[in-house]
T-cell receptor, first 111, second 116 residues
Framework: GQNIDQPTEMTATEGAIVQINCTYQ??????LFWYQQHAGEAPTFLSY????GLEEKGRFSSFLSRSKGYSYLLLKELQMKDSASYLC????????????FGTGTRLTVIP | DTAVSQTPKYLVTQMGNDKSIKCEQN?????MYWYKQDSKKFLKIMFS???????INETVPNRFSPKSPDKAHLNLHINSLELGDSAVYFC???????????????FGNGTRLTVT
C-alpha cells in the first residue's frame, strides 16, 4: 500500500518563505508531484521530482530524497493568493499513471 | 476551450437514486481517471481508463461503474446512492508517461454530489 504524510495546516506571513514537508512509504516509486488546490477548485500541477535533488520553478521549488522517502515544497515571497491546499502525490506501481495523494496541507498566508 | 470538463457541477439527490456524471477531455490524452475527494479533502483514485480498458479499480463498490464511449470521454454512473457517497468527484486525464516524464494529471472542476 501507499502511505503519504504531510502536515494538515500551516500559516505564514506575506513575503516570507514556507516549506511544506511530505514523507512517503510506497512500493514501485515512479515520481512525486505537488499540486495546488484553491477552495472549491480543481487541483493544478505545480512540480514533479523523480530524481534526488531540487527542482526550481519561479517562486516554487521542490526537493526529493528517495532514500529518505521525503520531499518538500518551498514557496518564496509568499503572496495572499498562495493561500490554498498543497497536495503531495506519489506515482507508484507500473503501467498507468497511478497517483496516490496525501491529505494535503492547508496553507494560510496572513498580511 | 476547457481542457477537462465535467457536468454537472452540483448534484443533489436522494438515497437510492441512480445518477451519472459526465466527463470530456480535449487534450488528446490516452488515460482518464475518476477521483473522489471526501469531506477531509482526501483525494483518492477510483478508476482509470486507457484506450477503453479499465486498468485500475481501487476497491470501490460495484454500484460505481465507469463508462467510456470513446477516448475523450469517461462517465461515472452510480447506482443506489448512499449517504456516504456524498463527496466531490473529480475527473482527470493524462498522457502516457516515461519515468523521466512528468505527464501530470489535468483535473476537471469537480462535481459536488450531495445525497440526502
Amino acid at each position: 500500500g501507499q502511505n503519504i504524510d504531510q502536515p494538515t495546516e500551516m500559516t505564514a506571513t506575506e513575503g516570507a518563505i514556507v516549506q511544506i514537508n511530505c514523507t512517503y512509504q510506497t512500493s514501485g516509486f515512479n515520481g512525486l508531484f505537488w499540486y495546488q488546490q484553491h477552495a472549491g477548485e480543481a487541483p493544478t500541477f505545480l512540480s514533479y521530482n523523480v530524481l534526488d535533488g531540487l527542482e526550481e520553478k519561479g517562486r516554487f521549488s521542490s526537493f526529493l530524497s528517495r532514500s529518505k522517502g521525503y520531499s518538500y515544497l518551498l514557496l518564496k515571497e509568499l503572496q495572499m493568493k498562495d493561500s490554498a491546499s498543497y497536495l503531495c502525490a506519489v506515482r507508484a506501481g507500473t503501467g498507468a499513471n497511478n497517483l496516490f495523494f496525501g491529505t494535503g496541507t492547508r496553507l494560510t498566508v496572513i498580511p | 476551450d476547457t481542457a477537462v470538463s465535467q457536468t454537472p457541477k452540483y448534484l443533489v439527490t436522494q438515497m437510492g437514486n441512480d445518477k451519472s456524471i459526465k466527463c470530456e477531455q480535449n487534450l488528446g490524452h490516452d488515460t482518464m481517471y475518476w477521483y473522489k475527494q471526501d469531506s477531509k479533502k482526501f483525494l483518492k483514485i477510483m478508476f482509470s481508463y486507457n484506450n477503453k480498458e479499465l486498468i485500475i479499480n481501487e476497491t470501490v463498490p460495484n454500484r460505481f461503474s465507469p463508462k467510456s464511449p470513446d477516448k475523450a470521454h469517461l462517465n461515472l454512473h452510480i447506482n443506489s446512492l448512499e449517504l456516504g457517497d456524498s463527496a466531490v468527484y473529480f475527473c482527470a486525464s493524462s498522457q502516457e508517461f516515461g519515468v523521466l516524464d512528468n505527464s501530470p494529471l489535468h483535473f476537471g472542476n469537480g462535481t459536488r454530489l450531495t445525497v440526502t
